[in-house]
């Protein structure tokens, strides 16, 4: 029984984590890539499992036969699990948008929780369920739910290792699904057998009287659906119906297209549509190109005009969106080599396998030298001089974009500039009316590409051209040496000609626009630590597509400390002055404490995903790992922590000293991640910033799983409820952490940056430990 029981509070972490990075995976497929949306997903699984572990949770001191209604609950998670995966790859067509449409935060957020609301529901039931047996069949009192805690994170730390080296790699989504599901019907199966004691009551079932015997006709019927669940999704696993599901589901996700390819990397996932004879190629949703007949006004001019504004550009480096159309273009001038940087190698075979004339010329050419390589690391460590630099991406629109439109990346792509070099980005434009958000945005580019270059040439368009150099010749050149270098040069194109060229360089619409963004005042520079330019991109889409929420994100964009403090000074007051006058609030400075850990602990994890991000690029892959260094530190400061409490005296003063621990680390994180940043550009620092980045992770998780424990232990004097003592600060934490992960996602780290928002969770803390000083308990 004892060993069931352990298993089932395992899985129970294990299904959550598994399921967490499972979902989170096709939602990002779905909205774009957006790792801000990580946050608004974890923060609706958090509250959606706060409200089930709170007042789901409450039913665990009414109910007698608390193990039955645990493996109920796993059932109806095994069943969920599936159905919910499917039912992300829907959720596009359900709210009436297409692949390549923008998504805003608004359909993030209530998409996410309605897709999420039963199966994290129930999942948060499941661990004051799960408290309340382990507190009556293997150790009373306080320890109990720490245990049980800690339980659950050991599960979660190996789900995070197995998702990420098992799972992802070899299996698809709705195969981990059914193994989640199998998992938990076979330890459903085991609580009711063993708990119910099913076959010594059949030893004795002449005797046994008939109210039992209606309870053993109930278990035994419960038993039946559960097997019948079980052999169903083991049958699917180990026959080709789980392929084929998949296969259906992804031709419902694309409908209206004919979905050619669709795989998972450790970057992303990469698909292929076709439709009237043309190929497009997705990243997580996002268009990247199209085959065999590109964007050729786009093409020819990203191309053309910075390379045209060189004398003789003779090696160029192009990241990202080379083939089908774009490595055409460069080879048409007389260079030496082109070095083409790709992310994903799964990108460049997505194209290989539906080869056309144009792609196959291109990346076949001698002058083409291929790199996999994230883009920022190879200009990091790159030793090559470059004459021209593009950088054919997206607008910052995510974290993974917003790296290279960065004053961080312009430091980097400076140095590996020749003297008469030019670095070519692109940001959204208008030749008609340019909104707020639209001036905001390309005045953050404008004004971060300034600070690095001495010369910076925007040209408005439909799509703006940035053109930065050391060498002042790119605002000196005149539109006769252009025209004379395009027929010196032979070049062959369809839309590019001298009236063209007229066109886009006329002196009145770069007047135009160049006042337009230099007059807007207080833009941010867009940083790695706080990615201004993320802010101004989702600001700008929001105006589009959520007119409605114009004022929020206005609002949003003057928030600074200060203002944020307001509300944290007049909620602590205000609670200090009610629990002054109120003696049945004696504890409630606990559940606080509890809350604002939750809201730190969640905010560091939310912090250090985008750091990643932020330095790497693929946090997609590593996103599992990060939560296991975190939850393997749950895990050892929770157990650690309820094998001392009973030998503390001082509980209040332990409680006190973690407080101050977590405002420390607060202040700490910002100070390591700065100096991490500043030697990601020494060629051996990818690895070892790596390690610290997952050590903050653990450090952040011990610090959490140190304090809950002792948080019960205080709480619980007076009661025996320990269930519902469990319930309420669980939900305590998670509500803590619903709130850490939608704030710093949403509003801090894109506003404020992690520096500032590490600073504003130290204020949090202190004022959380103030309380806890005056209670007097």
């Avoid at 009414?62 to 998670?77: D, E, N, T």
């Avoid at 393997?632 to 030998?647: E, R, Y």
Wanted: hydrophobic residues 50%; proline residues 5%; contains cysteine.
């Amino acid at each position: 029984m004892k060993k069931s029981l352990l298993f089932a509070l395992m899985l129970m972490g294990f299904t959550s984590v598994v399921a967490q990075v499972l979902l989170i995976r096709e939602l990002l497929v779905t909205f774009h890539g957006n790792e801000l949306s990580i946050g608004i997903i974890l923060a609706n699984w958090l509250i959606l499992e706060a409200i089930g572990s709170g007042f789901l949770g409450k039913l665990s001191e009414k109910v007698s036969r608390a193990w039955q209604a645990f493996a109920g609950l796993q059932l109806a998670i095994s069943i969920l699990i599936p159905l919910v995966i499917y039912g992300t790859r829907l959720a596009k067509s359900f709210i009436g948008l297409t692949f390549g449409q923008a998504v805003d935060l608004g359909p993030i957020f209530y998409t996410s929780f309605l897709l999420l609301a039963p199966l994290a529901l129930f999942d948060g039931a499941l661990f004051t369920f799960g408290c309340k047996i382990y507190s009556s069949e293997v150790e009373k009192g306080a320890p109990a739910a720490g245990k049980v805690y800690g339980l659950e994170a050991i599960g979660a730390v190996t789900g995070g290792v197995m998702v990420t080296f098992l799972f992802i790699p070899y299996f698809n989504s709705l195969q981990v699904a059914f193994i989640l599901a199998a998992l938990n019907l076979l330890s459903a199966f085991l609580l009711l057998i063993l708990f119910g004691r099913i076959p010594a009551i059949l030893t004795r079932l002449k005797t046994i009287p008939p109210k039992d015997k209606n309870f053993l006709k109930g278990s035994i019927c419960f038993l039946a659906v559960v097997v019948i669940l079980l052999t169903s999704s083991l049958y699917v696993l180990f026959t080709p119906r789980a392929d084929e599901l998949e296969a259906h589901s992804l031709k419902r996700q694309w409908s209206g297209y004919e979905l050619r390819f669709s795989q998972n990397s450790i970057y992303g996932n990469v698909a292929v549509i076709e439709r009237e004879k043309q190929f497009t190629f997705f990243a997580d949703g996002i268009p990247i190109m199209t085959t065999p007949v590109p964007d050729i006004a786009f093409v020819e001019e990203l191309v053309h005009l910075p390379m045209l504004f060189h004398p003789s550009p003779q090696k160029i480096l192009l990241i990202s969106g080379g083939a089908g159309g774009v490595l055409n273009e460069i080879l048409k001038h007389p260079i030496e080599r082109v070095d083409y940087v790709e992310l994903d190698p799964l990108l460049i075979e997505a194209v290989q396998r539906f080869p056309t004339p144009l792609t196959e010329s291109e990346l076949g050419n001698p002058k083409v030298r291929i790199e996999y390589i994230d883009g920022r690391k190879y200009v990091n460590t790159s030793t090559q001089r470059y004459d021209v630099v593009i950088v054919n991406l997206p607008p910052p629109s995510t974290l993974q974009l917003n790296r290279f439109y960065t004053k961080d990346f312009f430091s980097q792509a400076y140095k590996i500039l020749n003297e008469d070099g030019i670095l070519t980005i692109c940001s959204p434009g208008s030749l008609t009316y340019l909104s707020e958000e639209l001036i905001s945005l390309n005045a953050c580019i404008l004004q971060t590409l300034n600070d690095t270059f001495a010369y910076v040439r925007p040209i408005p368009g439909e799509v703006n051209l940035f053109l930065a150099s050391p060498s002042a010749q790119i605002l000196d050149i005149d539109l006769s040496t252009l025209i004379k270098r395009f027929h010196e040069r032979e070049l062959k194109t369809k839309l590019f000609t001298d009236f063209y060229l007229e066109y886009k360089l006329r002196q009145d619409r770069f007047h135009w626009f160049t006042e337009s963004v230099t007059k807007v005042q207080d833009i941010r520079l867009n940083s790695d630590l706080s990615p201004s330019g993320l802010f101004y991109e989702l600001s700008l889409l929001n105006a589009e597509f959520s007119p409605n929420l114009k004022g929020i994100f206005s609002l949003m964009g003057k928030a600074n400390i200060p203002i944020l403090l307001v509300p944290i000074g007049i909620l602590a007051i205000g609670f200090w002055l009610v629990r002054k006058r109120t003696p049945r609030l004696k504890k409630a400075a606990i559940p606080i404490a509890i809350i604002t850990t939750g809201f730190a602990g969640m905010a560091f994890n939310m912090i250090l995903i985008f750091a990643f991000q932020s330095f790497y690029g693929y946090v997609y892959h590593t996103i599992g790992l990060l939560t296991a260094a975190f939850m393997v530190g749950l895990a050892l400061g929770s157990i650690g922590m309820s094998h001392l409490m009973n030998k503390i005296k001082k509980d209040l003063s332990s409680l006190v000293k973690l407080e101050a621990l977590v405002l420390s680390f607060s202040l700490l994180v910002p100070v390591i991640l700065l100096f991490l940043h500043s030697y990601l550009t020494q060629p051996l620092a990818f690895a070892p910033v790596q390690s610290v980045i997952y050590l903050l992770s653990f450090t952040s998780g011990v610090l959490v799983g140190l304090e809950f424990p002792l948080a019960n232990k205080i709480y619980l004097k007076g009661k025996e409820r320990v269930g519902e003592v469990a319930g309420t600060l669980y939900a305590s934490d998670l509500f803590g952490s619903w709130v850490g992960a939608l704030v710093v996602s949403i509003l801090l780290v894109p506003v404020l940056g992690i520096v500032e928002t590490c600073v504003l969770i130290a204020c949090l803390k202190v004022a959380s430990l103030i309380l806890v000083v005056t209670s007097k308990l």
